[in-house]
């Protein structure tokens, strides 16, 4: 069992940044893959950033790489996502989720897990 906390969203002007921070409860964080997504209004939950255990491999979807980095302190059970240049179109909630499953699993189906989500909005 994980159970996972999200912080730090809130309303940011285009071109700010922002973290958001998944806590994680459990013994098992340091074994599962994280990922961040995020859901629009009147959207489908996109995948936005996923890493593996042992921090060795990233994936990102391609409208925030370059962007966006996720990272995790297993020490902390946390993971982490650093949002720059935020655009309004980044605007959506943002869920942290973990996966038992093999590399960084794309699809939310693969993610057994799930935190309440943390807003981000950003203005033009």
């Known amino acids: 069992q994980v159970d996972l906390v999200e912080s730090g969203g809130g309303l940011v002007q285009a071109g700010g940044s922002l973290r958001l921070s998944c806590a994680a409860s459990?013994?098992?964080?340091?074994?599962?893959?994280m990922g961040w997504f995020r859901q629009a209004p009147g959207k489908e939950r996109d995948f936005v950033a996923g890493?593996?255990?042992?921090?060795?491999?990233?994936s990102y979807a391609s409208g925030v790489k370059g962007r966006f980095t996720i990272f995790r302190e297993n020490s902390k059970s946390t993971v982490f996502l650093q949002m720059n240049s935020l655009q309004p179109e980044d605007t959506a909630v943002y869920y942290c989720?973990?996966?038992?499953?093999?590399?960084?699993?794309?699809?939310?189906?693969?993610?057994?897990?799930w935190g309440q989500g943390t807003q981000v909005t950003v203005s033009s």
């Open positions: 989720a973990a996966s038992r499953g093999v590399g960084i699993p794309l699809g939310q189906q693969e993610y057994g897990y």
């Open positions: 459990g013994r098992t964080f340091s074994s599962v893959v």
């Open positions: 890493i593996s255990w042992n921090s060795g491999r990233t």
